[in-house]
């Protein structure tokens, strides 16, 4: 029996209520001047005292020395086991630009790409053309029906874009067209298994088509599709938890993943004070509330150590809107580290709080990588913070007699 | 998707390098006099100061209360689970005398052991005759030629050996001649699968060979076999982990596991000396070291405190020699711990410490087993070093998107 399947069998309906506050990218490395992390470098009075009342630790995403990506760092936070809980590469790229897959859509990767004279490609990203000259490109190449299945085009970023192909029929088992080198003509898409020979013909047809419109756009005078993918079929956090679960987030990614296990998605505005406010204003609809905080992440991504400061001390300005509403059990944690250091998402494993009534709590008193090292917690894996927020709720009955 | 596969998946090569030193059977219990273990009674400045800069923890072999023998603990170390990778008895038995198994041989240990005049056994280990008695008898065991299978007998310690059968057309499923208890007769070897029929008819006409041969040998009338094994067929370190591995091991049973994993094997020396300089004049050839002391774990097997101590203190005069080259990622940990006060290997956990530019390090800053209790790691698996070390290495890419 798998985490889920113990969680589906234990969980209980309970009017307690639980917010799981992920600050992106939280965990980081120490500056070399100070010889402390962000977390060590930001006056964070507010954390430090749901600390001192708390009980914390360190978890890790995927497993010690993996580095996660954003979507098997939130699968795991919400308890489904990031390696096992797969999401295809089109289908994460549709997620992240908020598009809501339906259950026979295949999504794919796209980027537009240059092609000399004879059909070679030159260059992989088209000179890495704006977001707005992508967004012109994909209007050009949107809507069209091959074979009675439509085909959408969604900018992403730069040269990047993601397909929809919707219509029935489809499989997602195809080869790629990119063939991640320059020197060579893009590929052929080809069926892996029978089922997908509709969906590598179409997407064949696809790329002939886009080349004709492209022509005359160079240096994006070509396409390569990858990641074929459908929506992965996830078990909801309803069935499992038995929770009625609300998503905050300001970027479409993570209310993507949050869609992706069913929760439902609230309208937010653009700032982190608006995600509080929406959850003071969503406080008594829903038991469980996912609330999203990207800049952190943003920050160490961009090496600005101190911005990523500043921003973990604008958490915990806001923090009392939070604590305010009193959640039965609050959980703080992130989706993997990104030390400034760095600039990327790391391996390190997170700080992880936990508050609750019963929660028995440490002696650690400071919201910090090196003080969690002696949480009460110890060291865990992320998919096991949902069962101690679900324990702490008193949402779980009791495993055998 | 287990350990390995993800590794696999993950890792890149560069130019960084990882040195593992693996202190045979580190870690230890307090001394009733002085309440310290080996580790804290030893005086190890330079262990001290990495511990300072590193990060540290403990970490199972197999599971907590497991103890370990040399393979899985070693298994274990490479990053292999120690409970699916498992080496066959005769096989491990053939690896420690520094025998290159083909694929097609099938090792059995052997120990020679009285018979009375109607064949029942008196002593399985045959008064526990010298190695050199066994080295002699073996002698005469050696390279007989039945069924055209060729049958090489090397000594291994007092009165046990390991017989390899080499041929085509063997399988290793066969029982056992060894009724693990006297006053029986030695056992018919029987085959447990058809594959194996002809190894169980050439193992028996050996036997009875033998009998022959040792029948004016007493203590050494007869001998007794089993753990019939194949050489285990692991995936390489330079699969894995695309690393171009080295070995650096003065005792054979450790060169043979590194074997067994696909590193590559030093010439070295006798002491601990020359395998620090054999590390420091292969140092540009290889990106991953595995340096292996042994005398920790032989001192504390023979019970001696002292000496155990006395090692370690040397272990940490000779480091300078292998921090002086800068690797990038520095593990020091052992293969398990064995407490001169328990005479052998235990369950323990093992102090492992990792030094590297981004390891996050903690407030630990002294190489002890209670010391390593608030390390960073937390307790670990020791399979989880190697996915640490590569991360640290900068030689994992991120998993998922």
Chains 1, 2 share one sequence.
Not at 144 to 165: A, C, N, Q, S, W
Not at 188 to 212: D, Q
Request: glycine share 10%; charged share 20%; aromatic share 6%.
């Amino acid at each position: 029996m798998n985490n889920l399947e113990l969680m589906k069998e234990l969980s209980i309906t309970s009017p307690s209520k639980i917010v799981m506050l992920v600050i992106d990218g939280l965990g980081g490395l120490p500056d070399s001047k100070s010889g402390k992390t962000e977390l060590e470098s930001a006056r964070t009075p507010n954390l430090d005292a749901l600390t001192a009342g708390g009980i914390c630790g360190l978890a890790d995403p995927v497993a010690p020395g993996i580095t996660p990506g954003s979507g098997p760092g939130h699968l795991a936070l919400f308890g489904y086991d990031p390696i096992i809980c797969n999401i295809g590469r089109g289908a994460l790229e549709a997620v992240g630009v908020d598009i809501a897959l339906e259950p026979d859509d295949v999504a794919a990767r796209g980027n537009f790409c240059t092609i000399d004279e004879k059909g070679i490609i030159t260059d992989r990203r088209a000179g890495r053309i704006s977001t707005d000259k992508c967004a012109g490109l994909c209007k050009l190449l949107d809507g069209m029906t091959l074979d009675g299945i439509k085909v959408m085009v969604y900018p992403v970023r730069e040269h990047r874009f993601v397909v929809i192909f919707r219509g029935a029929g489809l499989g997602a088992d195809v080869t790629e067209s990119d063939p991640s080198r320059t020197g060579v003509a893009p590929l052929n898409i080809s069926a892996v298994s029978p089922e997908a020979a509709k969906m590598s013909e179409v997407a064949n047809k696809f790329a002939a088509k886009a080349k004709a419109i492209l022509a005359s756009q160079h240096p994006a005078n070509m396409l390569l599709l990858r990641g074929f993918a459908k929506k992965p079929h996830f078990p909801t956090m309803q069935e499992i938890y038995k929770l009625n679960p609300l998503a905050i987030a300001v970027y479409p990614m993570y209310r993507g993943l949050a869609r992706l296990v069913g929760m439902e998605v609230a309208k937010t505005g653009t700032t982190l004070e608006d995600e509080f406010k929406t959850l003071q204003q969503n406080y008594d609809k829903y038991d469980f509330f996912f609330l999203h905080v990207k800049w952190t992440d943003s920050s160490g991504e961009d090496g600005d150590f101190a911005r990523k400061v500043k921003v973990l001390e604008q958490i915990d300005t806001a923090l009392p809107i939070l604590t305010g509403l009193k959640p039965d059990v609050l959980v703080v944690t992130g989706d993997h580290s990104t030390p400034a250091m760095l600039r990327g998402h790391s391996w390190h494993p997170v700080p992880v709080l936990i508050c609750a009534k019963y929660c028995r709590t440490d002696a650690v008193t400071s919201f910090s990588e090196s003080a969690f090292i002696t949480g009460g917690l110890g060291r865990i894996q992320s998919t096991q913070i949902m069962p101690l927020a679900m324990a702490n709720a008193q949402k779980l009955t009791k495993f055998g007699a």
